[in-house]
Structure formats: structure tokens, C-alpha cells
């Protein structure tokens, strides 16, 4: 290549660089065809104007004619992408193509990944479902709740810790809804396991388990379909049976010193059943008028007091000790036996779900008999707004000895004339 123009080849291709002198100064002129446009490239010295001819020349023989449409600004970005992602080892071509994903998705890439940061640059205890449960009713112990409470969410909480084998962190919501679902249980039910996973998952959140001020995947599970329905009470007549009834003339197990303040503890004056088995006889105030209950004997583990109407007052008076243990928790089948025996039917927390309904219909409030039960006004006004009237609630609290041996008499009779 000793005269000009010098020809650079690369297969088929030719580039030229020619020379032009200035005075002092020379400059070199590269010069190839892009289709019918003739390109000229100045550059100043020679080494750099072969280099530019043979990288033109290699490009063109190869097909490609784009890259050498580039403006000096285009190849100056180039230059310095491929230097800033040089040090992250990322090709060019990979960076570009993750950018334009994520712009499909509306999603700013850089806010993006700061929030990903934000959520996982934490390093959370690897903790198993077992485990979380397992903290959970040392701290609900610890915190005073009553032993009813602490028995529901260990039976509970305990059922999903068995099921679901996995960490608290990695669980996701599809694999609790499904596991709802497979309970076989009522919506009210499922409702309730739902909202104690709930519980389990916002302790292991706030204990450092899960991402702080997010919702966890409990959070997001859909309610089940409550199909509710009529709650079960018992009628006055009935209550009337039960609390004359003899289980010696029955033929059945149980003792009327029992028996008789389990229906008024549970019909009378609206204790759950399990704060029934816990009443100690030194619990009831009858001077006063009323039934103390202790967070430790109540569901909620909140003190409340129940007040005693007159009948209940004279039911009790008649079977009441200085202290111990009033019933036992085999008063319950003791009841239902003898509640067979005259053909009437028990329904779930019948004698509960009677005092609801007889109290509100005489009270004509659901706060106040929503204080006496230990429950919230929504619950009291949803489930026990029965068709009860204000005549059946004043007969209902006034079921005296006496009372109740009328109404028993009118239910046999109208029971012969049945038959």
C-alpha cells in the first residue's frame, strides 16, 4: 500500500483512505459506499484511519450496514453502556432486553427494584408454621389469655401446623385458602380458623418473621359463604321441664344440685358452657344480685359482671354452697338425657342462645346484653333478633319453682292431646 488512496478488502468489500495535505497539517479520508451514499469519515493519522477502513470493511462483508448508520453521539453511548456494564459483567444486549420487559409491564425498572430491596433486605429466622404456633401460645399464656381461648388456638392453630409442613415465610395464600377449604368445615367455622391463621401470621410478622408494615398472605384470604341460619332456643314450657325434672323418677345420671344451676347459669343468666364448668359457687353474689366472672374463667379473658333476675336468684338459693366447683362438665350429657326422656330437642348453646334472644326482646338492647354476655352488639343484634316476644322474654326470666310446674303441666297436656 505504498501510493493513494490505500484500499483496505474484506471479502468483497473495499474501503479507501485517501490523504490530503493542508499545509503542516493531514488529514485521512475514509470512504465506502452504504448502498448508493457514499460515507466520508476525516480522521487525523493514519494507524486510526486503517483501523476505522477495516472495521467498516468487516462490518459491511458481514451485513452489517446499521451499525455504520451510528452518529458519533450514538457510538459515544455505546461506548459508555458497554463501559458501565462492563464492571456488573452484563451483556449490552441482555440489559436492554430486561429494560424493555419491564416497560411493557408499566413498572419503573429503578422503583422497582428499590421496593424488592426494601422487602428482602431484611434477613429473616427461618421459622417453620410448627414453630411460630408453638411461640404464639407462649405468648398468649404469657399475656393472661384465658384457658378457653388458649385450647381454641391450640386446637386450631395446631390442625394447620400439622397440615401445612412448610415456613412461615414462604407459605403462600393459594396454599391456606386451600387448606380452608379442605376442613370440610361450615363457613362460620372456616371463618374462625381463618381469622386465627390471621392472628398467627401478624404475630410472626410483628416478632421479625415476615416484612414489617406489609400484609402478610393471611391477610388476603377470602371469606367463606356463612349460610348462618336460625339459631336453636328452647321454649318456655321446655325450660320448665328441665328445671322440675327429677333424674332418680327419670332413671338417668345427675343430681338436681347440678343440674338445676347449669340451666339457670346457662338459660337464665347467658354463661357459656365452658365458663359454666368453671364456676366456683363463691363466684355468685346473691345478696347482691349478680355473678362476678374472672378473665381467667371467661372466653374473652375479660372481667364482666352478670346480673341475677329473681327467679334465678330463688333456683339458686335453693342449691347454693359456700364454695366449690358447681357443675361439672358431665352436666351437659346429664341434660341432654333427660331432655330425651320428654322428647324435646337440645340445640347448639340452646340454653345461651335462649337467654339471648328472651333478654334482648325484653331489654330492647343489644349493648347492654351484648355487656352481660360477653360478646359485641353487631354479634348480639345479628344472631339473636329471633321472634320472640316481649310477653315469652317476661315469662321466661320469671320461670319460678311454682311457674315452671304450671308451664310443665300445660306442655304435658297439650302433648296427651297430641298424641
Keep these: 500500500m505504498s501510493e493513494w488512496p490505500k484500499t483496505v478488502r474484506s471479502g468483497s468489500v473495499t474501503v479507501k483512505i485517501y490523504q490530503h495535505n493542508r499545509g503542516d497539517y493531514r488529514q485521512h479520508i475514509v470512504t465506502y459506499y452504504l448502498g448508493k451514499q457514499r460515507v466520508r469519515k476525516v480522521v487525523t493519522d493514519f494507524a486510526s484511519a486503517k483501523k476505522e477502513a477495516e472495521r467498516v470493511a468487516n462490518r459491511l462483508s458481514h451485513g452489517e450496514t446499521q451499525a455504520l448508520k451510528l452518529t458519533s453521539e450514538d457510538s459515544a453511548a455505546y461506548l459508555e453502556a458497554r463501559r458501565l456494564l462492563s464492571s456488573l459483567n452484563v451483556p449490552l444486549l441482555s440489559a436492554v432486553e430486561e429494560y424493555c420487559e419491564a416497560k411493557k409491564l408499566g413498572v419503573p425498572l429503578l422503583a422497582a427494584a428499590k421496593y424488592y430491596v426494601s422487602r428482602h433486605k431484611a434477613t429473616f429466622a427461618r421459622k417453620s408454621i410448627s414453630e411460630v404456633v408453638e411461640e404464639f401460645m407462649k405468648a398468649k399464656a404469657a399475656d393472661g389469655m384465658s384457658l378457653r381461648y388458649l385450647a381454641d388456638c391450640r386446637s386450631r392453630l395446631g390442625r394447620f401446623a400439622r397440615d401445612v409442613h412448610t415456613e412461615v415465610a414462604t407459605v403462600d395464600t393459594a396454599v391456606i385458602a386451600a387448606w380452608l377449604r379442605g376442613l370440610g368445615q361450615s363457613g362460620r367455622s372456616r371463618n374462625n380458623y381463618r381469622a386465627m391463621v390471621q392472628s398467627l401470621f401478624r404475630f410472626a410478622r410483628a416478632n421479625g418473621y415476615l416484612p414489617k408494615n ?205 298424641a
Excluded at 364482666?304 to 334465678?312: N, T
Excluded at 345461651?352 to 333478654?359: A, I, K, N, Q
Excluded at 310477653?391 to 302433648?415: G, M, T, V
Design 214 to 418: 406489609e400484609p402478610t398472605v393471611a391477610d388476603d384470604l377470602p371469606l367463606a359463604k356463612d349460610m348462618g341460619g336460625e339459631i336453636g332456643i328452647f321454649k318456655v314450657e321446655e325450660l320448665a321441664q328441665l328445671l322440675i325434672a327429677d333424674p332418680v323418677e327419670l332413671k338417668v345420671k345427675g343430681d338436681r344440685g347440678t343440674l338445676v344451676p347449669y340451666y339457670v347459669l346457662g338459660g337464665l343468666c347467658g354463661l357459656r358452657h365452658a365458663e359454666i364448668n368453671r364456676m366456683d359457687w363463691t363466684d355468685i353474689d346473691l345478696s347482691q344480685r349478680i355473678i362476678r366472672i374472672s378473665a381467667a374463667k371467661a372466653k374473652t379473658a375479660a372481667n364482666r359482671i352478670v346480673p341475677l333476675c329473681d327467679s334465678a336468684v330463688v333456683w339458686l338459693t335453693e342449691f347454693h354452697q359456700a364454695k366449690g366447683q358447681i357443675c361439672s362438665d358431665r352436666q351437659s350429657k346429664y341434660a341432654r338425657d333427660i331432655a330425651k326422656k320428654f322428647d324435646i330437642k337440645w340445640p347448639a348453646n340452646g340454653l345461651r342462645h335462649s337467654y339471648g334472644s328472651y333478654r334482648l326482646a325484653q331489654v330492647k338492647s343489644a349493648p347492654q346484653v351484648a355487656l352481660e354476655m360477653g360478646n359485641t352488639p353487631q354479634m348480639i343484634f345479628g344472631h339473636y333478633r329471633s321472634v320472640v316476644t316481649e310477653q315469652d322474654a317476661d315469662f321466661w326470666f320469671k320461670l319460678s319453682p311454682e311457674r315452671a310446674k304450671k308451664f310443665a303441666e300445660i306442655r304435658n297436656s297439650k302433648l296427651l292431646a297430641a
